[in-house]
């Protein structure tokens, strides 16, 4: 606001509203300020730059509430601004309004349907996916490159000429304008080896294994009634299985072109597992094929975002192995973003105290120690991650230690507070009493040597 009162002073009316629209932010009273900035723009027309570049730096400094209520006060004045309603979306998506945030797209849509970032952002806010504008377009394009449905392969070992699925699969070390590979099936290799695969399923009549993959091979040789008798009494053997209804329900979509049943199957493991990502890959490509557009995005922005966090890659089993390499060879960065991404997926305290070590390598002590403080909470008994905490508390306590040596006695005190925010032990409360008794703050002793008192009177019941 200073540049533009140095080229002409505003309006003061305008300027009190402007002014009464700061205060009414700083109370946190949004819609009043968004008020107050109309009324300043209506008085004095070069409040709009203002507003323009307020919004900017609101929501560059992630103060979205502010960012919604300038907006929204500017678009009076300017309803066709399909970019000012995209970034408004924006800011309620931040503010995890996603139904504001919907008739926001929607109305830049309205505007200019052939407004990418506004369609890439509709889509994503379905599934809440954080990523926005060209970021979110990037990412997504690059996913919107697979072109058929993943299937799950054989559960039994085989020789290695026996044909595989053609599934994509991410390059290892992919760009965003890199090609997702994938391999031609051996439909014709398939034929080889069906005598052999029927007969261990007719030897192995109540193995789901056996029956599905003999479906599989089948499903490669473009079998397809076939393949989906064979999915079906896989699936009898073990009904809820989702690797079977998977591909049962490909193999649905592509020999009878039951879309509307395939879809309720996908749906139906979705509901079940939100991260799992051939699920969300073959709804994509099933709207594709149903020729519903809008919905196929919404999976695509759901499906980037997922395989972001995995490092492109599609199985829990693949993400859990290739964290253990990255853990063991050091390579920090990437093991922390699976083993968290690991983490949004399901509760395990081996992985929370693995990424409490990478922490600490990292010298991060306080992510460390949060992590360490989970494992323990979603398991008691975690020795590793006990341990590891009582480590940090003997290192403070040694430091606090020759802190008093040298008479630094509110310096130790802070080191011993930090130390019983991990985890309470006598030593650190006792080394705590002796330096409040010095410093004379009796209360501080008195608290120090009750904490003393209740934990070792805990230490006895247990």
């Known amino acids: ?39 300043a723009i209506r008085k004095d027309p070069l409040y709009l730059e203002e507003a323009h570049i307020q919004i900017n730096s609101y929501f560059r400094t992630g103060q979205p509430e502010k960012a919604v209520a300038i907006g929204l006060a500017i678009i009076v004045f300017e309803p066709e601004n399909f970019r000012l309603m995209n970034q408004i979306g924006n800011a309620y998506r931040k503010m995890e309004n ?65 044909p ?29 080896w069906i005598s052999r695969f029927e007969k261990r399923a007719k030897d192995n009549p109540d193995s789901w294994q056996h029956q599905f993959d003999l479906a599989i091979l089948y499903d490669i040789g473009r079998f397809g009634e076939l393949a989906l008798r064979y999915y079906q009494e896989s699936a009898a053997l073990n ?37 799992n990502r ?30 972001a966090k995995s490092h492109g890659l599609f199985s829990l089993d693949d993400m859990i192995q290739a964290a253990e390499e990255y853990y063991e060879e050091g390579e ?28 600490h390598r990292k010298l991060k002590l306080k992510s460390a120690i949060a992590y360490w403080k989970q494992a323990l909470e979603a398991d008691p008994d975690h020795t590793a991650s006990f341990e590891a905490l009582n480590e940090q ?17 509110l310096d130790a005190a802070s080191l011993l507070e930090l130390a019983t925010s991990i985890y309470p032990r006598v030593s650190t409360y006792e080394l705590l009493a002796d330096i409040h008794e010095e410093l004379g703050e009796k209360d501080l002793a ?13 230490e006895k019941v247990a």
């Open 278 to 307: 051939t699920i969300v890959l073959n709804l994509a490509i099933l709207h594709r094929k149903m020729n519903k557009p809008f919905s196929m995005l919404k999976y695509f922005t759901y499906l980037g975002e997922l395989l």
């Open 239 to 275: 009904p809820l299985c989702d690797l079977i209804q998977n591909n049962l329900a490909v193999a649905i979509a592509e020999y009878r072109q039951d879309f509307k049943k395939a879809k309720e199957m996908f749906l139906s493991i979705l509901k079940k597992d939100r991260s």
């Open 98 to 162: 996603y139904k504001k945030a919907l008739q926001m797209y929607q109305g830049a849509l309205k505007v200019n349907p052939k407004y990418a970032h506004a369609r890439y952002n509709m889509a994503a806010a379905y599934f809440k996916v954080p990523k926005m504008d060209e970021e979110l377009v990037r990412q997504t394009k690059f996913v919107e490159k697979f072109v058929i449905y993943r299937r799950t392969g054989y559960q039994l070992t085989y020789d290695e000429a026996v």
């Open 164 to 192: 595989k699925l053609g599934n994509q699969v991410m390059p290892k070390h992919f760009r965003y304008d890199s090609e997702i590979p994938y391999k031609e099936e051996d439909v014709e290799g398939a034929e080889i």
């Open 393 to 409: 508390i003997d290192n403070l306590e040694d430091e606090a230690q020759q802190l008093l040596d040298e008479n630094f006695l």
């Open 1 to 39: 606001m200073a540049m533009l009162e140095k080229e002409r002073a505003f309006h003061p009316a305008a300027q009190s509203q402007w002014n009464a629209a700061l205060r009414n932010f700083a109370k946190k009273l949004y819609n009043r300020a968004m008020l107050n900035i109309r009324e």
């Open 446 to 458: 008195d608290q120090a040597a009750l904490r003393i008192r209740e934990l070792a009177e805990n």
């Open 332 to 359: 920090h960065n990437k093991a922390i973003k699976l083993y968290e991404a690991l983490l949004d997926e399901k509760d395990d305290p081996e992985w929370m105290y693995r990424l409490g070590v990478l922490y």
